[in-house]
């Protein structure tokens, strides 16, 4: 017979053996193959350079009653009063907007917002393991950055639920089903519905999470470093957000993706034992 303490031991080692098993196992592969850091930082760059300037244009035709981009942005963030005025330093009245925006340089804009939605494809594609769609799939390029562009327009000028006991509930609920929808859209129906669901619901826990850090870390940050930097420092600060959002997207998908092969494996494992 074996001793409580040695069985203790016993125990441990075979926890600790099987944690070392499953980080060294192929589990991790896709979270090695991702690439996760460098996506990101391409994320943030192609959200500052395509879909920022495009945004800006839309939240300038008249959204909210004459909310600008610097409004959607900090209602996005959640910074404080203060950081709120220095990230308006940096961007355009929407009255500018409207009087300096032609047709061919909206044209221009949203072609140029296609890229973005490539790039998130190609994210989405990495986590599953899957080779890049079909050019006849662009189309879904466009059909995805015009719900996108709805999604943030129907939080930025109906608010309705904000504020309210239920609009964490109602945001998560938004967010799940639009990061389920763009999986399913930008992979071209690779992926079954069922196996994209978890990575949804991560990713938008994920952008939750990360507005309470925002409010914690980044507000007084825009702030203080607007002090130190000039506009600069507040354009550094929301870089730098950007950065975690798109830590936040792919790094959802791929937890939603290891998620969904370790409820496969536990399933399999019970329909043996039965």
């Known amino acids: 017979m074996v001793s409580r303490p040695a069985g203790r031991w016993l125990r441990a080692g075979r926890t600790r053996s099987a944690i070392r098993r499953f980080r060294a196992g192929h589990r991790w592969a896709p979270a090695r193959d991702l690439g996760l850091w460098q996506r990101s930082l391409g994320f943030a760059a192609l959200s500052f350079l395509t879909l920022v300037p495009l945004l800006i244009v839309v939240s300038a035709a008249g959204a909210g009653g004459g909310k600008g981009f610097a409004q959607w942005l900090g209602d996005g963030i959640g910074v404080s009063d203060v950081a709120r005025a220095e990230i308006e330093r940096l961007f355009a009245l929407p009255g500018q907007v409207r009087r300096t925006t032609t047709a061919f340089g909206l044209a221009l804009l949203t072609v140029f917002g296609l890229t973005f939605g490539t790039a998130v494809q190609s994210g989405y594609e990495k986590v599953w393991d899957l080779p890049p769609a079909h050019w006849r799939a662009r189309w879904r390029h466009v059909l995805w950055l015009a719900v996108l562009i709805g999604v943030l327009y129907l939080f930025a000028v109906f608010p309705f639920w904000q504020d309210t006991p239920v609009s964490d509930a109602v945001t998560l609920l938004i967010g799940t089903l639009f990061f389920w929808w763009s999986q399913r859209l930008l992979l071209d129906g690779r992926v079954p519905w069922a196996a994209l669901l978890p990575g949804a619901a991560c990713t ?40 975690a959002v798109g830590v936040v997207v792919f790094g959802g998908a791929l937890t939603g993706r290891l998620v ?7 399933t399999r494992a019970g329909r043996r034992r039965r």
């Open 204 to 243: 938008t826990l994920g952008l939750l999470g990360l507005r309470v850090f925002s409010q914690l870390v980044f507000s007084p940050l825009i702030a203080s470093s607007a002090v130190t930097y000039g506009p600069f420092g507040a354009f550094l600060v929301i870089q730098t957000w950007l950065v």
């Open 260 to 266: 969904d092969e370790e409820l496969a494996r536990l």
